[in-house]
């Protein structure tokens, strides 16, 4: 007779789930019920534990171990690999450590490892990493995001800080009860805030949409694609060419200015060097006035509902929302910038549900009253080698060591890499011109790669470590937009010989002989009642009483606490600029920045502007129906690429192969029909998908979503089967300046696909299989043995 069901409390970067097991085997994963609308990808979850693309014991690299410390052969992802034993590998990658640190400095070691690995604050692989390497003296790190990094860097020259981009910008909630106009340049988007760094207690997006369109809110929706936005919301959509906002926000400003409907008092008052902005709007630079008229020639939209729109907004209670996406861009500071000088212009920040605010919906918890505390992580010992560079750059990093770059107003130089260590994430996704990248990835002496399954970046390694999934360990969540603290209980036994992250790090730790300062003594559990503890003691509920025991949490599973104060964004700034100054070089919003006029770039001027891209669609010939502007979108499917062969995931592909969205027009102009297959190609690279039309898109934009794993048809630089587009994408900045993702930023040919190609996922569990089969010949080669 079976057993009873026992029900087993977890969380995730796509919500809470409790796993229902019964006589020790998983039967069910469920989202929880009180969360407002829970994740689809919740469902995927048991991926973790399909032993397919498992890495189940430590693997080495065939050919490093037979020259150990010398660049890449050419034969990363080619070569074999060789199982060896934890003590083996533990001492391998010790040894490299320390060989690396002695002879080249802690700087020659790269330990970026960005990527979304684990929701829990104990088993964070990044975190850990850098804590056991901080404690060895640094190493080389990263600044900001690959989803955003244009628009902090110019947030925090123009407002002082970049919190209006981080989740503590005016509330959707207080948007909803006193907005009148909501012109969304972007998205604001159900399918990206299914996640939350750390977990969120209850996704909330689409109850707050729902308040603003009760309300009445006019919503004029701006972006090349429609459904960026919910279509009961039943928002005004305006078409715009990609990489385009920033021409149309400022035609806002100059058609303000003209009909006398700008707030001088507000920009005497709240502003510096507005009268820089001013003189680029009117002309009296460039003899080129930034009209409703210009801006429609650039953005396709008529210059009629420009002006329309520059009245309406002067004459309601107007919030301008930016997404994420927009500054993923070349020049993408531009759109930040300028979305905060209209703002400035019609003199509305600081009053409730007014003003700008960046990211709505780009997470779950953006736009929430999340975030009066949170979950501290295992804490690191900060970076003593004070080296990193801007997140995007790494490419250029290992390419160009010694060479110099900017980096908001700074000159810094890049290091010399001899030993990258990744521990979750997989920047063969998310990196752009991953040709490019391949060849960067190629330099260093020793790359390690701690994962859970074998990602195309760990069969691009010379070391790789298994670590377990969520489902295989305890752990605990929350971070600061989160809403509440999360338990993560271990629901089954770790699959082959993989451990833990914390367990590797501290058998790396131990051997590298700082063991006793990694841990503190602590192991596992010890650290989760620690950090819990520490945040009782700082963080009330929601009611204000103070958290519950550790033992009551553990058994409830979660435990919400205290939102902030629902306050509108600089509005204490507002009611006294000079008892509260912004952080600025004048103390005011930026509009002409002295420091950028000194610096003197050519991609980032003293004002907001409108600087053409290198590609974008007024860069298409004439007449040339096969160019198209892609848009590398995120998947509604999955995080990123985790759980991409998962069945959500699957469920958004044909054949395991990505669909890109076509305008019908655009595709019946090359006789491409629904469902058939094509070819995006340019000079970086070239993949296939299966075209998808749609009337929701601009025509000649194409949208393919990131996170296939990358399968390339025969070695580097071949055609890429699976439907990744970062083997098309500009591995550029946005700017000197902000040193982001340019991705958005990219000009593809299409074409119908006549050529016979395998299927994706045959091809990358072939690849795998390949790679990672260990036939004896092997052993006899290397002389490493099957000691496990």
């Not at 596992?524 to 509920?541: A, D, F, G, N």
């Not at 920045?593 to 610096?599: A, P, V």
């Not at 990219?746 to 390949?770: F, G, K, N």
Request: with cysteine; hydrophobic share 40%.
């Amino acid at each position: 007779m079976s057993g009873s069901i026992k029900i087993i409390h977890q969380a995730s970067h796509w919500g809470r789930f409790d796993a229902h097991l019964r006589d020790g085997r998983l039967e069910a994963i469920e989202p929880v019920q009180d969360d407002a609308n829970p994740s689809k990808i919740i469902a995927s979850v048991t991926g973790w534990l399909d032993p397919t693309y498992r890495i189940k014991q430590p693997m080495v690299r065939a050919g490093w171990l037979k020259n150990k410390g010398a660049s890449d052969d050419g034969a990363r992802g080619m070569d074999d690999f060789v199982p060896v034993s934890w003590d083996r590998a533990l001492d391998l990658v010790s040894a490299e450590v320390d060989r690396v640190i002695n002879q080249h400095g802690n700087a020659a070691i790269f330990a970026g490892s960005y990527g979304w690995a684990s929701s829990g604050r104990v088993h964070h692989p990044a975190t850990l990493l850098k804590r056991m390497l901080g404690i060895l003296g640094g190493f080389t790190g990263h600044k900001d995001t690959y989803s955003i990094a244009a628009g902090p860097a110019i947030l925090r020259h123009v407002l002082g800080d970049d919190g209006a981009c981080g989740g503590r910008s005016t509330s959707l909630e207080m948007i909803a009860a006193h907005c009148e106009t909501l012109v969304v340049f972007g998205a604001i988007a159900p399918r990206t805030a299914q996640i939350e760094a750390g977990g969120i207690m209850s996704h909330e997006l689409e109850t707050q949409l729902r308040k603003v369109k009760a309300r009445g809110t006019k919503i004029i929706h701006i972006s090349p694609r429609k459904d960026d936005l919910p279509d009961w919301l039943n928002a005004e959509w305006w078409p715009i060419r990609p990489n385009t906002d920033a021409a149309l926000m400022l035609a806002l400003g100059q058609e303000l200015v003209a009909a006398d409907l700008h707030d001088p008092e507000f920009l005497s008052e709240y502003c510096s060097g507005s009268e820089i902005l001013l003189d680029y709007l009117s002309g009296a630079d460039d003899a080129l006035p930034k009209t409703a008229q210009w801006a429609a020639d650039i953005t396709g939209i008529d210059a009629a509902k420009i002006r329309t729109l520059a009245h309406r907004m002067a004459a309601s209670r107007t919030h301008i929302s930016v997404s994420w996406s927009l500054q993923r861009a070349q020049h993408g500071e531009q759109p930040f910038w300028a979305a905060i000088a209209v703002a400035a212009m019609l003199g509305q920040i600081g009053q409730p549900g007014c003003g700008v605010g960046f990211g709505y919906g780009s997470l779950g918890g953006v736009g929430t009253n999340n975030g009066i505390g949170a979950i501290g992580s295992v804490p690191n010992f900060g970076n003593p080698a004070d080296s990193a560079i801007p997140v995007a750059r790494i490419a250029d990093m290992m390419l160009n060591p010694g060479a110099r770059y900017s980096y908001q107003g700074q000159d810094y130089t890049y290091p010399d890499i001899r030993m990258v260590y990744w521990a979750g994430g997989n920047p063969f996704h998310h990196h752009q011109d991953l040709n490019r990248f391949d060849r960067a990835w190629a330099r260093p002496e020793t790359i390690v790669v701690q994962d859970i399954v074998w990602t195309a970046t760990a069969l691009r390694a010379d070391i790789v470590l298994p670590a377990v999934s969520a489902l295989e360990r305890n752990d605990i969540a929350g971070g600061r937009r989160s809403g509440g603290v999360m338990a993560m209980q271990k629901v089954v036994e770790p699959l082959g010989d993989a451990r833990s992250d914390y367990d590797i790090f501290s058998g790396l730790a131990e051997r590298l002989g700082v063991g006793d300062s990694f841990t503190e003594g602590r192991d596992e559990l010890s650290w989760i009642k620690h950090l819990y503890e520490k945040c009782r003691t700082q963080v009330p509920m929601a009611q204000g009483a103070v958290l519950p025991t550790f033992e009551e949490f553990w058994a409830k599973g979660a435990v919400q606490i205290a939102s902030v104060e629902d306050t509108a964004h600089l509005a204490d700034f507002r009611n006294d600029p000079d008892a509260h100054p912004l952080a600025t070089e004048s103390g005011r919003i930026v509009l002409g920045s002295r420091e950028l006029k000194k610096l003197a770039y050519d991609d980032c001027f003293a004002h907001p502007a409108w600087i053409e891209p290198k590609e974008w669609l007024g860069k298409r010939r004439v007449q040339d129906d096969a160019v198209f502007h892609l848009i590398s979108s995120q998947p509604e499917g999955k995080l990123h690429s985790q759980l991409d062969a998962a069945p959500v995931s699957m469920a958004c592909k044909v054949n395991g192969r990505e669909q890109v969205l076509l305008n019908p027009n655009s595709a019946r102009a090359l006789n491409i029909h629904n469902g058939q297959l094509v070819r995006l190609h340019n000079e970086r690279g070239a993949c296939l998908a299966y075209a998808s039309l749609s009337e929701n898109i601009v025509e000649n934009v194409a949208i393919l979503a990131t996170g296939s794993w990358l399968t390339m048809r025969n070695g580097a630089n071949s055609i890429e089967l699976a439907g990744n587009p970062n083997v098309l994408t500009q591995d550029i900045p946005s700017s000197q300046y902000g040193q982001g993702c340019a991705a958005h930023s990219c000009l593809v040919t299409i074409t119908s696909e006549m050529e016979p190609h395998p299927d994706p996922v045959s091809a990358y569990l072939t690849q795998m299989r390949d790679l990672t089969a260990y036939p004896n010949q092997i052993f006899e080669k290397t002389g490493e043995t099957n000691d496990r």
